[in-house]
C-alpha cells in the first residue's frame, strides 16, 4: 500500500512540475487533485479554479508551490488511512484470538504506525521555539533519544524479473549443493566441476543481490523542487530549478547519505549563492538565477553537482577570512583551487548575515564529513567571480568496505592472519635492503620503482613480533587513501579472495581506537580486517607529535 500511494502521488508531481515548466496542462492538475470535485460556496474560488482547467489563468510560481503542498498534505492523509486500516486489521487479530477490542489512540498515531519509508526534504518554514527542557514530558524525551540521526530507506521497489532470477539462482544453488554432498569424496573431477558452477552461482547471485540494492536518485531529487520553491519565496529571489541525471540509479546506502549534504549545499546555492533580482541586473543579468541539479556517472565513480548562475566565490576574501581564523599562512602563496577548499574547513562562513535559511552555524565541513567519511567521496569547488559556482561531489560507486562480501588480500604479520581490502590496494612490492630509507623524525620510506611512499611496519603498528626480521624477505601492500599513498609492510601475502566483513557484536572503536573494521570471515577461519584509511590517518598524527608509539598501546592509554 506504502508504494501504491507514493507512485500516485509521484505521478501528480510530475505533472504540476510539467505545468511548472511549458505552462500547459493546469486542468488535468486540477482534476488529478481533486479540486474540480469540491464544493465551494465562493463563486470567486469556483471561477478561478475554471480560468485554471480552461488555460485561461496564468500559471505562476505560488499556485505550482499550493500544488505541490496539497500533494504532500494528500500523502499524509493516504498514509493516515493507510495507519488506520493497518491498526484496524491487527485489531481484528486481536480480537479472533484474544476477545479484546484494540482501539487506535488518534490519527497521529495512525500516522506513525505506517510512516513513509522514502526520504523527504524539510520545508522552510519560521523556527517555532521549543519548550525549555525541563518543560518536555518523559514521553517527548525518550520520542527524541530514540530518534535515528539520519533517514534510510526501508523498503525497495524491486522489478518481479529479477526477483524470479534471484529465486532462480537460488534453486541452482541448492541443485548444485546436492551434487558435491551427494558425490561425497569418490568423484574428486565431479566435485570439482561442481565447485566451479558453486562459484559462478554464488558469483550471479551476488551481482542480483547488489543490483536489488540500486535505488534511483529521483526518490531524493523530486522534494529537492519544493525545498527550493519555498526558499525563493521566502527570501524573494526568482529562479529556474533544474534537474538532470535524476535516473541514474546508486546503491541504496549512498542515496540515503547524499539526503542532508544536498539539502545544504541547495540551501547555500540560493540563499547566499543567487543575487537577489535587483542585484541582478546590476551585474547585467536576467532577474531570474538558474540553480543545476545535476548526477552522471562516469567510470567506476558517481558525480552529482549543485550548480548555480549567482555571485560566485571570492578568492581574496576566502583567503582573509582563512587567514584571520588561522586556517591559512599570510605568507603562503596559494593556488585558487586551495583557496576555494577554504570553505569546507570547520566554522568557517563568510556570510555577513546569519538568516534562518543557511549560516545557522552548521557549515560546509558537515557536508565534507558525510561525504568523506560515510562515501569515502570527495567534493571539489569550480568558481568564477560574478559568474556562480558549482560543488561537485565524486562518488565511488563500489560499496563500503566494513560491510557485505568484498574482495581483500590475506596476510600473516607476526604469526597472525590480517585482511587488507584489495579496494584500496594498489600493488603487492618486495622492497629491497637500499629501497628503505629512515628519515631524522624517525619515519621510513620506501621506493617502490621511483616513487617513493611512507613505509608503516604493521608489526610496530600493533605491538607485535614480525617473523621475517629481514626486510628483504617481506612484503608491501602499496595502498592509496584518497590523494595519499603508503607502504603496509608484512610478513607475507597469502592469497586473494572474497571475505564476508561483519562488524563487532560490542562497540570495540569505542573502546580501542585502532584501525580493524571488524572480522573477516574466510571459510576455514577468521581475522581482522585492517581499516587502512584509519591506520594512515593514525601514523600521521603520532608522526606529528613526534613518536612511533604502538597502536595497541596508545588505544590502551585511550
Not at 513513509?116 to 525518550?142: C, R, W
Not at 530507506?153 to 558435491?180: F, Q
Not at 565534507?368 to 571539489?380: R, S
Not at 566483513?501 to 560490542?506: H, K, N
Request: net charge negative; glycine share 8%.
Amino acid at each position: 500500500m506504502q508504494d501504491s500511494i507514493i507512485q500516485c502521488i509521484e505521478d501528480i508531481e510530475k505533472q504540476i512540475l510539467e505545468v511548472d515548466a511549458t505552462g500547459q496542462g493546469a486542468g488535468d492538475v486540477v482534476d488529478a487533485l481533486g479540486l474540480s470535485h469540491m464544493r465551494l460556496s465562493s463563486a470567486g474560488v469556483i471561477a478561478i479554479l475554471d480560468m485554471l482547467s480552461d488555460g485561461i489563468a496564468p500559471v505562476n510560481a505560488d499556485i505550482i508551490s499550493a500544488m505541490l503542498g496539497i500533494c504532500e498534505a494528500q500523502k499524509k492523509f493516504f498514509f493516515a488511512l493507510g495507519g488506520l486500516l493497518n491498526d484496524s486489521a491487527n485489531a481484528l487479530a486481536k480480537i479472533e484470538t484474544k476477545s479484546k477490542p484494540v482501539f487506535v489512540e488518534t490519527e497521529a498515531d495512525a500516522a506513525k504506525a505506517f510512516e513513509e519509508p522514502t526520504m523527504t526534504a524539510v520545508e522552510v518554514a519560521p523556527e517555532e521555539a521549543e519548550p525549555a527542557e525541563s518543560e518536555k514530558s518523559e514521553p517527548e524525551k525518550t520520542k527524541q533519544e530514540a530518534k535515528p540521526s539520519a533517514q534510510a530507506i526501508s523498503s525497495i521497489r524491486v522489478g518481479t524479473d529479477r526477483l524470479d532470477r534471484v529465486i532462480e539462482l537460488v534453486g541452482k544453488l541448492m541443485v548444485t549443493y546436492a551434487v558435491i554432498a551427494q558425490g561425497g569424496a569418490t568423484n574428486m573431477s565431479q566435485v570439482t566441476s561442481s565447485l566451479r558452477e558453486l562459484d559462478n552461482v554464488i558469483s550471479k547471485l551476488q551481482q542480483e543481490v547488489n543490483a536489488i540494492r540500486l535505488v534511483p536518485l529521483k526518490q531524493i531529487f523530486m522534494p529537492m523542487h519544493r525545498l527550493v520553491k519555498s526558499l525563493s519565496q521566502k527570501i524573494g529571489k526568482k529562479l529556474d530549478f533544474v534537474v538532470k541525471g535524476d535516473e541514474l540509479a546508486l546503491d541504496k546506502t549512498i542515496v540515503e547519505s547524499l539526503n542532508e549534504p544536498l539539502v545544504h549545499l541547495l540551501r547555500n546555492a540560493v540563499d547566499h549563492g543567487l543575487e537577489d533580482p535587483e542585484g541582478r541586473k546590476q551585474a547585467g543579468k536576467k532577474d531570474t538565477g538558474v540553480v543545476t541539479l545535476a548526477a552522471w556517472r562516469k567510470g567506476d565513480y558517481a558525480f552529482i553537482q549543485v550548480k548555480d548562475d549567482g555571485r560566485g566565490l571570492d578568492p581574496d576574501r576566502i583567503l582573509n577570512k582563512a587567514i584571520e581564523k588561522g586556517l591559512a599562512d599570510a605568507d603562503t602563496e596559494y593556488e585558487k583551487k586551495e583557496i576555494l577548499q577554504f570553505v569546507l574547513q570547520s566554522g568557517f562562513s563568510t556570510a555577513e548575515t546569519i538568516t534562518d535559511v543557511s549560516g545557522r552555524g552548521v557549515g560546509m565541513d558537515a557536508v565534507v564529513n558525510a561525504i568523506k567519511v560515510t562515501l569515502d567521496g570527495d567534493v571539489e569547488i569550480e568558481s568564477e567571480l560574478g559568474k556562480g559556482a558549482a560543488f561537485t561531489i565524486a562518488i565511488p560507486l563500489d560499496r563500503s568496505a566494513n560491510e557485505g562480501i568484498v574482495e581483500a588480500l590475506v596476510c600473516k604479520v607476526g604469526g597472525d592472519t590480517f585482511i587488507v581490502p584489495s579496494r584500496d590496494v594498489m600493488e603487492i612490492y618486495m622492497p629491497r635492503l637500499n629501497d628503505v630509507v629512515e628519515l631524522p623524525d624517525g619515519r621510513e620510506t620506501v621506493d617502490v620503482r621511483g616513487e617513493v611512499h611512507s613505509l608503516l611496519r604493521l608489526a610496530d603498528l600493533l605491538d607485535l613480533i614480525p617473523e621475517q626480521k629481514d626486510i628483504e624477505r617481506a612484503q608491501a601492500i602499496v595502498v592509496r587513501v584518497g590523494d595519499y599513498k603508503a607502504a603496509i609492510l608484512v610478513d607475507e601475502v597469502l592469497k586473494q579472495q572474497q571475505v564476508v566483513i561483519t562488524g563487532f557484536t560490542v562497540p570495540v572503536e569505542e573502546i580501542f581506537h585502532i584501525p580493524i573494521l571488524g572480522y573477516g570471515m574466510m571459510g576455514e577461519s577468521d581475522a581482522l580486517v585492517i581499516d587502512t584509511e584509519k591506520m594512515i590517518q593514525h601514523f600521521q598524527e603520532r608522526m606529528a607529535q613526534g613518536h612511533r608509539a604502538p597502536l595497541t598501546q596508545s588505544a590502551l592509554q585511550a
